[in-house]
């Protein structure tokens, strides 16, 4: 493939050191935002979308990595069963959809009709056209019932995807992440342009926007798309009452090694 001149110089790649340094301060306000949605009752849907190796998987790490999972639930589907096409096309998503006190974050979503399902011609023309027809509708009733819906697209360059796709090919410990659609998508660059395109122009509305991270930098991606989130959401955290260690009580106490004596532990090999 030719490569294309950029239409922005490149930025020089953040260092680990100074991303860990902003990452730890997000992660301060995501706890404190945790506290908030549980003390208020908030539900939360964030939708990750983006093409393959864009880089969606390590912004939901950076999320998640330091709140709990009972309050922030990622769902990540796999293709669906034979039931659930029997289903009406969005019902397997809506069921997963948060209690008060949840975030819920949709690692792909519906929004695989506009794309992946549309490209790899797993939905006709048609199917993609009525989606697109009814998706801000459904998203107007989401919002509507009190859900805060949220919406990132991860946008990655095709010199950048490239790059990611040879390092998940040689690499033993990115193999995993080379999904048997990685390969078709690649070759498919400007069908998946022209489906993006098609999706933003029926979906990215006043009421339901696309928010679109550049994703060519990971660190600077998943700062950027916490930092946006923060901003988008009234939180304030609930105060905390102050914390006490108490003592270990010395009623009944006894060597509680002992009785491990002769108990199967595992070999320190480290």
């Known amino acids: 493939m030719n490569k294309k001149k950029r239409a922005n110089p490149p930025v020089e790649k953040m260092g680990r050191k100074e991303y860990e340094k902003q990452l730890r301060k997000l992660q301060v306000e995501l706890c404190r935002l945790q506290d908030w949605v549980k003390e208020g009752g908030e ?64 690692d792909r979503s519906w929004y695989n009709r506009a794309g992946v399902e549309y490209v790899m011609g797993f939905c006709n023309k048609e199917q993609r056209r009525r989606f697109l027809e009814l998706c801000p509708a459904f998203e107007g009733y989401v919002i509507s019932s009190g859900v805060r819906l949220i919406k990132f697209w991860l946008e990655v360059s095709c010199e950048e995807q490239e790059r990611r796709f040879q390092a998940r090919i040689e690499d033993p410990l990115r193999q995993w992440k080379l999904s048997e659609m990685d390969l078709p998508s690649r070759s498919r660059w400007y069908e998946y342009s022209r489906a993006r395109d098609k999706m933003l122009q029926a979906t990215d509305t006043d009421l339901s926007p696309w928010y679109i991270v550049r994703s060519d930098d990971k660190k600077r991606a998943r700062l950027n798309c916490i930092a946006h989130l923060l901003s988008l959401l009234p939180y304030k955290a609930p105060p905390r009452k102050p914390v006490k260690l108490p003592k270990v009580s010395a009623k009944d106490a006894y060597d509680d090694n002992a009785t491990l004596k002769g108990r199967r532990f595992v070999l320190d090999k480290y």
């Open 43 to 106: 539900r939360i849907v964030l939708v990750f979308e983006g093409r393959d190796g864009a880089g969606k998987g390590g912004a939901i790490k950076a999320i998640t990595e330091r709140v709990s999972p009972r309050v922030f639930r990622v769902i990540a589907l796999p293709a669906p069963s034979d039931r659930e096409k029997s289903q009406m096309y969005l019902q397997r998503y809506v069921e997963r959809f948060p209690a008060a006190g949840e975030v819920v974050i949709f």
